[in-house]
Structure formats: C-alpha cells, structure tokens
C-alpha cells in the first residue's frame, strides 16, 4: 500500500513540474520585422528591421524604411535605409583593437538599376558614429538604343566579393554586353577586373 502511495505521489509530482515547465516556456517568434538588440560593450544597437512597414498605410511605399539606433550613454544615433521592407545588413568588426559598425546593402531603382553601398562607422567613446569609409558600386545599369528602328540594349553588370579584417578589400569585375532585340543572345564586349583595398588608419 506504502508502495503504491509513492508511486502515485511520484507521478503526481512530475505531472506537476510538467505543467510549469509548460506555462515559463515561450515559444520564438516569426515576425520578421521584431525589433532585437544587441549590445557591443557600453555601444548598444537596437534593429527595428522593417516595423516601419506594419504602420497602416506604409506596407509597400516609400514610407517603409529600416533603422538602426545605435546608443552610448545618453548619445545615439539612428540609421535610416529606404529599402522598401527589407531590414538593413549590418555586422560588427574588430579591426585593431576597435569595434565598428559595418553595412552591406543592395539599393534597387528603375529599369533595373542597381546600387550595393557599404558603410564603415567607428563605436568608439572618441568618435561615436563618425563615418570612417563610404563605398557605393553600380550593379546593374541598362541603356536601350534605336538604330535604324531596331533597339539594342547596353547593359553593365558589376559582381563584387568584400573580405573584412584589418583592411576592407573588394574584388569587382565589371562585364558590358550588348543585347539586340532582333537576336537570341547577348554578347560580352568587356569584361575587366579591379581591386579596391581601404585600411582603417
């Protein structure tokens, strides 16, 4: 009889302990547009993603932007990326024994234009925010021309490889391809190779 009590306490225990278990878990989230923060020392960095986007009437309009406020102490700073819903890409390097702030973002306008801009911002006491590098490439740019009723489409394209450290360095290579609309295919004209390097004084 002893025997049984205590089996049936046990189980009446664990039952229990289930049930609280159950009520502190949370479970995570899918909203994208949450805002998260992430603390970098005394530098922290708040990424409101797109939540601009769920204000009525902003879904899908240039109202729509992403922001990133950036705080030390009582100085702050908020970085505005019209992006049209996309949250900005952002992460933090170690160069030198210093923290900075870096962005990657892809910019996207008419008929196909395109634009990646990288930014480099210092987090430290001395020079909080201050803009330390600015870089911006063309991606993608078309030109359509008419020659004798026929239209022929110039495009340049841009790929670009970024590796991060003590120096920032960018591989690009850049194509020109002509495009007649009378023809199937395109044709690569140019095609060139560049690097950029840039050092954090």
């Known amino acids: 009889m002893k025997k ?13 302990l289930q049930s609280c278990i159950n009520e502190e878990r949370v479970e995570p989230t ?21 939540s601009t986007c769920d204000e009525p009437g902003h879904h899908h309009s240039r ?7 950036v705080s030390l102490g009582e100085r702050g700073d908020t970085l505005w990326h019209m ?22 973002n892809t910019y996207f306008y008419q008929y ?23 870089q911006a490439i063309d991606l993608y740019q078309e030109a359509p021309r008419e020659n004798n009723g026929e239209y022929t489409h110039y495009l340049n394209k841009t790929d670009v490889e970024v590796t991060t450290g003590d120096t920032i360095k960018f591989y ?10 009378s023809f199937s295919t ?15 004084p």
């Not at 390097?93 to 870096?102: A, H, N, P, T, V």
């Not at 690009?172 to 609309?181: D, G, S």
Request: proline share 5%; with cysteine; hydrophobic share 35%.
């Open 83 to 104: 992006k049209y819903g996309e949250p900005i890409d952002y992460s933090i390097l170690d160069i030198k024994g210093e923290k900075y702030l870096f962005t990657d």
């Open 186 to 200: 395109c044709d690569t004209v140019l095609r060139t190779t560049e690097h950029t390097y840039f050092s954090v």
């Open 63 to 69: 109202l729509c932007g992403s922001a990133l406020e």
């Open 112 to 134: 196909g234009y395109t634009v990646e801009r990288w930014e480099l911002y210092s987090l430290s006491p001395e020079h909080f925010m201050e803009p330390v590098f600015n």
């Open 30 to 50: 899918d909203n994208s547009n949450e805002t998260q923060e992430v603390v970098v020392g005394p530098v922290i960095i708040r990424d409101f993603k797109a």
């Open 4 to 16: 049984n009590l205590t089996i049936i306490l046990s189980i009446s225990l664990l039952l229990g």
């Open 172 to 181: 690009i290579k850049r194509y020109t391809v002509i495009c007649p609309e």
